[in-house]
């Protein structure tokens, strides 16, 4: 099983900043099979990134990803105040497809 | 418009069944993976389960084998969940979700996520 890391837990920020969150994979990723998923207080998760750097369906362009192998950023450019929610990154190299911890981003 | 209902969560005893449903519509279901994920509160997101487009292949976390099924109608549009022998730490938001496509091909990443529903586990 591919266990996925996430750093940091927690991160505060203001509105403006640039984030970088960091998801590291205990093994190879094979063809970066890996997403990235947003998720606010009582709702579903929403995908934002697959294949590690590929935008879904109307995901804003200050998000971005990156990475290969076992180590993967998920950047969002200029925060905006919609932006603070727990993210989530997923492998999909490998069953089980299991997904991080997450990193709760806080307004400061 | 893509959506996925779930339905069937609700409180069970301990070492009790209960089968989740999980209705599809605006795609074409059969085209698609499609996969559990569930969320006890305040916890992060558990990968808990994924079945193929045609329902021959079958995907689960390894610490629930055994325990919970997984199966589709296609006629029907709809997945299942069957939990067996629920435990108190299977109590959780349970989401179903359809794979995202990559070229011509279906991945066990997800694109469109259901509501939720969900399971109590307790006496």
């Known amino acids: 099983e591919i266990v996925l890391t996430q750093s940091p837990g927690t991160l505060s920020l203001s509105p403006g900043e640039r984030p970088t969150l960091s998801c590291r994979a205990s093994?190879?990723?094979?063809?970066?099979?890996l997403a990235w998923y947003q998720q606010k207080p009582g709702q579903a998760p929403r995908l934002l990134i697959y294949?590690?750097?590929s935008r879904a369906t109307g995901i804003p362009d200050r998000f971005s990803g990156s990475g290969s192998g076992t180590d993967f950023t998920l950047t969002i450019s200029r925060l905006e105040p919609e932006d603070f929610a727990v993210y989530y990154c997923?492998?999909?190299?490998?069953?089980?497809?299991?997904f991080g911890r997450g990193t709760k981003l806080e307004i400061k | 418009e893509v959506q996925l209902v779930e339905s069937g969560g609700h409180l069970v005893q301990p070492g009790g069944s209960l089968r989740l449903s999980c209705a599809a519509s605006?795609?074409?279901?059969?085209?698609?993976?499609v996969t559990w994920v569930r969320q006890a509160a305040g916890k992060g997101l558990e990968w808990v389960s994924g079945?193929?487009?045609?329902?021959?292949?079958?995907y689960y976390v390894d610490s629930l084998k055994g325990r919970f099924t997984v199966s589709r109608d296609n006629s029907k549009n709809t997945l299942y969940l069957q939990m067996n022998s629920l435990r108190a730490e299977d109590t959780a938001v349970y989401y179903c979700?359809?794979?995202?496509?990559?070229?011509?091909?279906?991945?066990?990443?997800?694109?469109?996520w259901g509501k939720g529903t969900t399971v109590t586990v307790s006496s």
């Open positions: 605006g795609f074409t279901f059969s085209n698609y993976a």
């Open positions: 997923q492998q999909y190299s490998s069953s089980p497809y299991t």
């Open positions: 294949g590690a750097s």
């Open positions: 093994q190879s990723v094979t063809s970066n099979y």
């Open positions: 979700a359809k794979s995202g496509v990559m070229g011509s091909y279906y991945y066990y990443y997800m694109d469109v």
């Open positions: 079945i193929s487009g045609s329902g021959d292949r079958t």
